[in-house]
């Protein structure tokens, strides 16, 4: 199975990877509209996005392996990551129990950042339920 290509709309335009100003490209993964930098390989996911993909371990799984190819992605330049949606500047946040695994987060909108590989580490570290504290209001 692979993921399906999402057309962007004029009403929500692609978004740009926080790390290379280019356009992302949206797959729809588990019912959830994902932006995937070409370049890179990172993962953008608004907000919501990352609750609903974890809210199922098997959707968390199936999109780290459609999506998350670290293989053949160049590595992120060190420049700090900006929101595509707002410009605020992301946050690095860190399971401390986990330490290898960390994402960047919009504290403005809520989004998520997930440099390549993030999302499988993640799925191979029973991330869910650390993601489900961390987004717990
Ligand atoms: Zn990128
Ligand atoms: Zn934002």
Redesign the pocket.
């Known amino acids: 199975m692979s993921p399906k290509p999402v057309e962007t709309s004029r009403e929500d335009p692609a978004v740009t990877c926080p790390r290379h100003d280019r356009p992302m490209r949206r797959f729809m993964v588990a019912g959830i509209e994902v932006d995937r930098c070409g370049i890179c390989g990172g993962i953008w996911l608004d907000a919501g996005e990352l609750e609903s993909l974890v809210a199922s371990d098997r959707d968390a799984r199936d999109a780290a392996r459609m999506l998350d190819r670290a293989d053949g992605a160049i590595e992120p330049d060190d420049r700090d990551p900006v929101?595509?949606?707002?410009?605020?500047p992301l946050i690095a946040k860190r399971d401390p129990r986990k330490p290898n695994v960390e994402c960047d987060a919009?504290?403005?909108?809520?989004?998520v950042f997930l440099d390549a590989g993030e999302l499988s580490r993640m799925t191979e570290n029973g991330f869910a339920d650390w993601f489900r504290r961390l987004f717990a209001r």
């Not at 919009?106 to 989004?111: D, K, Q, V």
């Open positions: 929101c595509p949606r707002d410009g605020a919009c504290e403005t909108c809520g989004g």
